[in-house]
């Protein structure tokens, strides 16, 4: 079986929402990355990162789901371009059986996170050239100020040499990656969190 992965920072099929399992595992997937950030055990080519005082747990927002599903139910060849969210896209292209939809949440996760360890993580303010380095998945997942996710998934069809295709969409709020801000502020470990929210020792991130 052939499979081909795209990624893209920022197709007629079956309609499936992630199920509550895979929701979890979405969850899981982005605040293991921002818990091991946050505590100031997160290594990028040999260098460990300064832990955060700030990164808010990411939660599930059924309406954010809802809008992300919609989108990919068009099967997109690009970004949405909806305003005041953030987003990532994740494509598989087989020429197998796709299986069970809600595998490709948590293999889009991995392959968003495992930006900062292909590509580097040279700064934490997001600089034009920090953005152009291909870590832009992998710095939505990562930023600190980002609270609530919504990811949809979609059956699509794919080219003559692999005629099936799984788009994923997730959507996040607060957006990240906004140019020349920090992605989080380092210091103590969730010394700064922000009004309403405590630190969760077990985690060190704000919830």
């Not at 499979?3 to 197709?11: D, H, M, Y």
């Not at 929701?23 to 300064?50: F, M």
């Not at 996170?113 to 710095?139: M, R």
């Amino acid at each position: 079986m052939k499979n081909i992965i795209f990624l893209i920072v920022v197709v007629i099929g079956t309609n499936a929402d992630f199920d509550a399992s895979a929701q979890q595992d979405i969850l899981n997937g982005h605040n293991s990355l921002r818990s091991q950030i946050a505590e100031g055990n997160y290594t990028v080519n040999g260098t460990k990162k300064p832990p955060a005082t700030d990164m808010l747990e990411i939660k599930w927002d059924n309406e954010i789901q809802s809008k992300a599903q919609e989108y990919a139910n068009t099967c997109p060849k690009g970004h949405s371009h909806r305003k005041g969210v953030g987003e990532n896209l994740f494509y598989v292209l087989t020429s197998g059986s796709l299986g069970d939809l809600n595998q490709y949440g948590s293999s889009a996760c991995s392959s968003w996170a495992s930006e900062f360890q292909v590509d580097g993580w040279p700064s934490n303010n997001l600089t034009w050239d920090l953005f152009k380095s291909n870590i832009g998945h992998a710095t939505q997942m990562a930023w600190a100020k980002t609270e609530y996710i919504g990811c949809g998934v979609k059956a699509c069809n794919g080219t003559k040499d692999y005629p099936r295709e799984v788009v994923v969409v997730c959507q996040y709020s607060p957006q990240g990656n906004v140019l020349y801000q920090n992605i989080y502020e380092s210091g103590p470990t969730c010394s700064d969190c922000e009004n309403g929210t405590s630190c969760a020792t077990a985690t060190g991130l704000c919830v």
